[in-house]
Structure formats: structure tokens, C-alpha cells
């Protein structure tokens, strides 16, 4: 545990423990964070990466923040690349809004509309017009508990970064998306990517 403020910070824990054989093959429990502000134009967003090993996903949180053109910005496919898989994905979905157990942009007589449920759920941060404008802030989480998605050898998972223009034709767009991936795996773990520094994670 790092502290980046400026002032001392007190951390206090509980450790709950017991005293057993675990065996070689046991799998640990791994969260990893990524951002990318702004995503580059027709780049996919990488939601995990290098993981290496045996085991199983079992969640995703996914932040979203626009950048530049206030409209529909959920019609990207989330990607799995399971045990080697090239250009095409084991598992493909069919829309971010989907894959966090919504549909038709989570709108309701104009509005976005947030819900919470124990497997997934869409908390909006900011916003400020009600629909479509600027600064919107969305906050997702999906529990692949009661559907894990395993692997062998290795696993891989991206995110397109896609959206509606104004004749609804759907873009590439370039906003500032960040995530938290959870997954259960066998050692040893491949190196983790560097977290952005204090002034990068304030912009």
C-alpha cells in the first residue's frame, strides 16, 4: 500500500487467517488497475493483459469518462482472449451496456437511468443535463461469480470504444476509461504495468 498525498495517512487492517496446507496448485485471488486518458482514435482499451497461468475471471469495474462528442458512447464489444487466441476472441459480447446487464443506453423518458443488483450494476457520477452532455461520468461493476470465465494458459481481455453520431452511425470514439479486473489464478503472476503517477491519476 502506497500513500501519494502530501499529508500522513493512517491505514488500519484486519487479518483473517488459518493455518492449513495449501496445496501448489491453489489459485490466488489478483486485481489489477489500468487507464487510459484519452484512449487513442480506433485503439481497443485494455481491460487485462500478460496474465499467465491457470485459472478463472470473475470481475470487472469500469469507469467512463467522455471526451469531446456528448452522445451514446456504449456500443463497444468487450473481448476475451482465452489460451491463445490471435485476432479472434473465444468469448466476443455484443455492447458495454450489455455485458453490465443493461440496454438501449440505460435510458428512461430522457434520462440515464442507474440500478444496483448483487452481480452488476451502472452508478452514474456526473450528470449534468440529464442525457448526453458534457463531463458525464459512469461507474460500472459486473461479478462474474455464478459465470466465470476460465482459462488454461493465458488470458487476455480488451474493450472497443464505441459510440453514435448524430445520423447514428456508430464511431470510433476517445474517452478517458479506467478499470479494476479481478481474476483467481495459479503462480507465479506475470509482472503488473506501472500505476500512473500522483499528477497523471489527477488529470
Known amino acids: 500500500m502506497e500513500n501519494r498525498n502530501a499529508k500522513e495517512r493512517f491505514c488500519f487492517y484486519q487479518i483473517n487467517y488459518t493455518l492449513t496446507e495449501v496445496p501448489d496448485n491453489a489459485a490466488y485471488f489478483h486485481a489489477q488497475f489500468r487507464r487510459t486518458n ?9 481491460i487485462a493483459d500478460g ?4 485459472g478463472h475471471y470473475v470481475g470487472t469495474a469500469l469507469f467512463v469518462g467522455l471526451n469531446g462528442a456528448n452522445r ?10 482465452i489460451d491463445g487466441d490471435g485476432d479472434f476472441p473465444t468469448i466476443c459480447g455484443t455492447g458495454t451496456e450489455d455485458y453490465f446487464g443493461g440496454a438501449f443506453d440505460w435510458e428512461v423518458e430522457g434520462r440515464y437511468v442507474t440500478y444496483s443488483t448483487p452481480y452488476m450494476g451502472m452508478h452514474q457520477v456526473i450528470q449534468p443535463d440529464g442525457l448526453y452532455k ?4 459512469f461507474s460500472m461493476y459486473r461479478w462474474q461469480i455464478m459465470d466465470p470465465i476460465r482459462f ?42 506501472g500505476l500512473p ?6 488529470i
Open 197 to 202: 503517477d500522483r499528477e497523471q491519476l489527477d
Open 51 to 54: 496474465i499467465k497461468g491457470k
Open 38 to 46: 484519452p484512449l487513442p482514435y480506433k485503439q481497443e482499451y485494455t
Open 72 to 81: 451514446w458512447w456504449g456500443e463497444g464489444e468487450i473481448k476475451f482472449y
Open 134 to 137: 458534457s463531463q458525464q461520468r
Open 152 to 193: 488454461k494458459k493465458d488470458l487476455r481481455i480488451t474493450l472497443q470504444d464505441l459510440g453514435w453520431t448524430s445520423d447514428r452511425k456508430i464511431f470510433p470514439r476517445q474517452d478517458d476509461i479506467a478499470s479494476v479486473a479481478y481474476w483467481y489464478q495459479t503462480l507465479p503472476t506475470a509482472p503488473f504495468p
